[in-house]
Nanobody
């Protein structure tokens, strides 16, 4: 099983980034996918999730209206479009997978990527 994130970068406040997470080694279309972030010295924070077939999406209040999650099951990839980035969005961003069931609890996820760094400054 692999989840490989990409797209993190240094960006100015107000800027945009698009994160990608390529999955392999499991049946991607059977999994609820999420983005979870961790700022330096802080706990893991669930950011956004998407149902296995993409019908439903979920967002933390801190990013709602600025971030958009999507997925392409044909390419086993999940995306996070981040607009209007702010300094407090600075964090390591992880994608995570959980079979079938939706959750916002980081410890519930079955698989994790290594993360991609987003710095807003």
């Amino acid at each position: 099983v692999q989840l490989v994130e990409s797209g993190g970068d240094l960006v100015q406040p107000g800027g945009s980034l698009r994160l990608s997470c390529a999955a392999s080694g499991f049946t991607f279309s059977n999994y609820y996918m999420s983005w979870i972030r961790q700022a330096p010295g802080k706990a893991l924070e669930w950011v956004s999730g998407i149902f296995d077939d993409g019908r439903y999406t979920y967002y933390a209040g801190s990013v709602k209206g600025r971030f958009t999650i999507s997925r392409d099951n044909a390419k086993n990839t999940v995306f996070l479009q981040m607009n209007q980035l702010q300094p407090n969005d600075t964090a390591m961003y992880y994608c995570a997978a959980r079979r079938w069931q939706c959750t916002v609890v980081p410890s519930d996820f079955d698989y994790w990527g290594q993360g991609t760094q987003v710095t807003v400054s």
